[in-house]
């Protein structure tokens, strides 16, 4: 299975700031990672795909890129409602493993 | 507008057998182009990946609970059946179907999630 590993696993920040998050494959995915949102209670929202490419209907100051190994998601500018726990998806091969979740809280 | 919904037991006892069905809308399991995947969450805990089923009946399974899981369709009812034997008390999770567009003959996402459904595996 190949393993992701996301960095960090928790984050607090505040509103406008600027946030990275990490997602580190065991071995090379080409592009074939995606980018979720999960707030309590609630189902994944999927943001990106194939890396970079922003799902439809999701706001711009989300943007993700990389390949290979390595794989970003930055957030330009944190709003209230981006208070959430992400998580990165390979789909590179079986199983379509999911990485531990960054968890980002309000400072 | 596609949508997707898990139903089945909230609880179930160690060792039996769990029957989980995902009825969907929205789109069609007969048409290429398209699969469904079940996924689960531990309370607390990361999701974790479980089965995949394709429009053309190709099957994928997690490799550490293959031979627990069975994936079925039913184009008919628009419906995805998984089932889990022997089930365990870490089995406990919220359990969600979610709808796979290809592209170019891969998945690259699972953009429409159900909402979910709470198992407990408890005697």
């Known amino acids: 299975d190949i393993q992701l590993t996301q960095s960090p696993s928790f984050l607090s920040a505040s509103v406008g700031d600027r946030v990275t998050i990490t997602c580190r494959a065991s071995?090379?995915?080409?592009?074939?990672l995606a980018w979720y949102q999960q707030k309590p209670g609630k189902a994944p929202k999927l943001l990106i795909y194939?890396?970079?490419t922003l799902q439809s209907g999701v706001p711009s100051r989300f943007s993700g890129s990389g390949s290979g190994t390595e794989f970003t998601l930055t957030i330009s500018s944190l709003q209230p409602e981006d208070f959430a726990t992400y998580y990165c998806?390979?789909?590179?091969?079986?199983?379509?493993?999911f990485g531990q979740g960054t968890k980002v809280e309000i400072k | 507008q596609i949508t997707l919904k898990e139903s089945g037991p909230t609880l179930v006892k160690p060792t039996q057998t769990l029957t989980l069905t995902c009825t969907f809308s929205g789109f069609s399991l007969s048409t290429s182009g398209v699969g469904v995947g079940w996924i689960r969450q531990p309370p607390g805990k990361a999701l974790e990946w479980l089965a995949l089923?394709?429009?053309?009946?190709?099957?994928r399974y997690s490799p550490s609970l293959k031979s627990r899981l069975t994936i079925t369709k039913d184009t008919s009812k628009n419906q995805v059946v998984l089932t889990m034997t022997n089930m365990d008390p870490v089995d406990t999770a919220t359990y969600y179907c979610?709808?796979?567009?290809?592209?170019?003959?891969?998945?690259?996402?699972?953009?429409?999630w159900g909402q979910g459904t709470l198992v407990t595996v408890s005697s």
């Open positions: 071995q090379g995915i080409s592009s074939y």
């Open positions: 089923i394709y429009w053309d009946d190709d099957k």
């Open positions: 194939a890396a970079s």
């Open positions: 979610a709808h796979g567009p290809l592209w170019f003959g891969e998945l690259l996402n699972f953009d429409y």
């Open positions: 998806q390979q789909l590179n091969s079986y199983p379509q493993t």
